[in-house]
Nanobody
Framework: QVQLVESGGGLVQAGGSLRLSCAVS????????MGWYRQAPGKQRELVAS???????NYADSVKGRFAISRDNAKNTVYLQMISLKPEDTAVYYC?????????WGQGTQVTVSS
């Protein structure tokens, strides 16, 4: 059974930084393009960053230049480095496959940015 375990969230002031991690188990991680998603209160979940199997990255316009996604296939882990955080980045962050068919969602990690 595939498990996604996100960590690294927290409370940070505007302009601060956080690094999120997502450990993936129960599957061959390197086979999948992965993404980081977020869901703010009252809003739909959105894809903010993705990384292909080969390491190509894409970002939502709202985070471009501030967020960086990376992966370590040896550790079955995908990361999201976030800098220059803004209050509007406040959300629960999740990782999952970047594709039509996804795994069951993990519990996510809460990121709260205070102004």
């Amino acid at each position: 059974q595939v498990q996604l375990v996100e960590s690294g969230g927290g409370l940070v002031q505007a302009g601060g930084s956080l690094r999120l991690s997502c450990a993936v188990s129960g599957t061959i991680f390197s086979r999948y393009a992965m993404g980081w998603y977020r869901q703010a209160p009252g809003k739909q979940r959105e894809l903010v960053a993705s990384i292909s199997r080969g390491g190509d990255t894409n970002y939502a316009d709202s985070v471009k230049g501030r967020f960086a996604i990376s992966r370590d296939n040896a550790k079955n882990t995908v990361y999201l480095q976030m800098i220059s955080l803004k209050p509007e980045d406040t959300a629960v962050y999740y990782c999952n496959v970047d594709g039509v068919i996804r795994f069951n969602w993990g519990q996510g990690t809460q990121v709260t940015v205070s102004s």
